[in-house]
């Protein structure tokens, strides 16, 4: 069976320090990928997805960036954090041409001070 | 730009009782998805709506999408205190490579003694 893990789980970082949170997904190939935040209290917001290695798109403009160096690895950084960054951040999977449905790993929650 | 709302966003009500929660989306989709979020916790799948007039039922959880109307609805019945979690619902507008949710902003759901 497919299994997703993120981490680490919890990060208290610094204002404009780095930052580099990790996903990867067992049991399958080619999945596509995604990175959501979760604002305090707020629903979720489509951050990155990518289709394969070293294919990344952005959903909105801000101070993340994110990779995919192997293809079933999903690395979500930042070169200086602001404030603004902090939440709840879930890595995603789902298999190509299915149903659409997403799968969540445990999330990263990131507090900036 | 789709919106996806969600109402009530918080729901309080009695052991037994029976309730229904509602998703509107603004624009044309057949792909309809609802999830369980516990407190400090990731997102669960719960169900995975495709077409119009879909029904889906797990336990005392029962999900329908009339696309139509741009409307699902999550009816609980007989409610217990294990369903006290937020639920979010989710509108893919696009049947493209990727998933590209756009979540609402989430029903939590309390349920007393």
């Known amino acids: 069976s497919q299994t997703i893990h993120q981490w680490p789980a919890t990060l208290v970082q610094p204002v404009g320090s780095p930052l580099s949170l990790e996903c990867t997904v067992e049991?399958?190939?080619?999945?596509?990928l995604y990175w959501y935040r979760q604002a305090a209290g707020r629903g979720l917001q489509l951050l990155f997805y990518s289709v394969g290695i070293g294919q990344i798109s952005s959903e909105v403009p801000q101070n993340l960036s994110a990779s995919r160096p192997q293809d079933r690895q999903f690395i979500l950084s930042s070169k200086k954090l602001l404030l603004s960054d902090s939440g709840f951040y879930l890595c995603a999977w789902s298999p190509r041409k299915n149903t659409g449905e997403l799968f969540f790993g445990e999330g990263s929650r990131l507090t900036v001070l | 730009e789709l919106k996806v709302e969600q109402n009530p966003l918080f729901l309080s009500m009695q052991e037994g009782k029976n309730y229904t929660i509602y998703c509107n989306y603004s624009?044309?989709?057949?792909?309809l998805y609802w999830y369980r979020q516990d407190p400090g916790k990731s997102l669960e799948s719960l169900f995975v709506?495709?077409?119009?007039?879909a029904v889906k039922q797990e336990g005392r959880l029962m999900a329908s999408l009339d696309t139509k109307a741009r409307l699902s609805t999550l009816h609980i019945t007989a409610a217990v205190h294990d369903l006290s979690a937020t639920y979010f619902c989710?509108?893919?507008?696009?049947?493209?490579?990727?998933?590209?949710?756009?979540f609402g902003t989430g029903t939590r759901l309390q349920v007393t003694l």
């Open positions: 989710a509108v893919d507008p696009i049947a493209g490579t990727a998933s590209k949710l756009t």
């Open positions: 709506l495709l077409s119009n007039g």
């Open positions: 049991g399958t190939s080619n999945p596509n």
């Open positions: 624009t044309t989709s057949d792909r």
